[in-house]
């Protein structure tokens, strides 16, 4: 059985992607406070992991910046976009020039526009993907879940930001395993984001 269909993630050859998690979408999007609260762990973690982070911002002219509790001060790049995939040119770009990248962690909104067509354009790559379901989410529950189905079928991974972290970081004894477990020893909220999937 490949890497690719066990779901591997190694520490050095992966990159986060944060989609279009702003401002104008907050009061739109369902469980955003809670997918926000697992956000900032990913955002956190890829700092003390040393992840290269890439973030998008759908048309922030009108929908604004990433919101203020993202501290993505350290992310590889800010990319502005119209288009609904994150793979934009310059982001290709960003990503050919950090070396050996194989794993994408990609998490934001909404799952069955922006997520979904980064999912198949990255597939099309040949870029493993790793979609963290507890960080995700949609206008609608039926979206969100559909969306997931989807990339099941199209050999997409399908996780949590838990399982996410300690398979990269591997091993108790890791230097940074402390920092992680201090980010996930509170329990993300208890919210409808789990039901049906």
């Given amino acids: 059985m490949s890497e690719k269909r066990l779901g591997d993630l190694r520490l050095d050859q992966t990159v986060f992607f944060c989609c279009d998690m702003q401002e104008k979408f907050r009061p739109a999007i369902k469980h955003f406070a809670d997918i926000l609260q697992i956000a900032q762990r990913l955002v956190k973690a890829s700092k003390i992991l040393n992840i290269p982070l890439i973030v998008t911002e759908q048309y922030p002219k009108g929908l604004g910046a990433t919101v203020s509790e993202l501290d993505a001060a350290h992310a590889v790049g800010v990319f502005p976009k119209t288009r609904f995939t994150m793979l934009l040119p310059e982001v290709e ?14 998490f934001g909104i909404e799952t069955h526009v922006c997520i979904q067509q980064t999912v198949i354009d990255l597939l099309k790559k040949d870029y493993e993907v790793h979609v963290v379901a507890d960080a995700c989410s949609s206008r609608s529950q039926m979206n969100r879940l559909f969306a997931f189905e989807r990339f099941r079928q199209s050999g997409a991974i399908v996780t949590t930001s838990e399982a996410v972290l300690l398979q990269l970081v591997g091993d108790k004894e890791h230097p940074h395993f402390k920092e992680i477990q201090s980010l996930i020893r509170e329990l993300g909220p ?8």
């Fill in 93 to 106: 770009e960003k990503l050919q020039s950090i070396s050996n990248v194989k794993h994408v962690v990609l």
């Fill in 190 to 197: 208890e919210s409808g984001l789990g039901c049906n999937l």
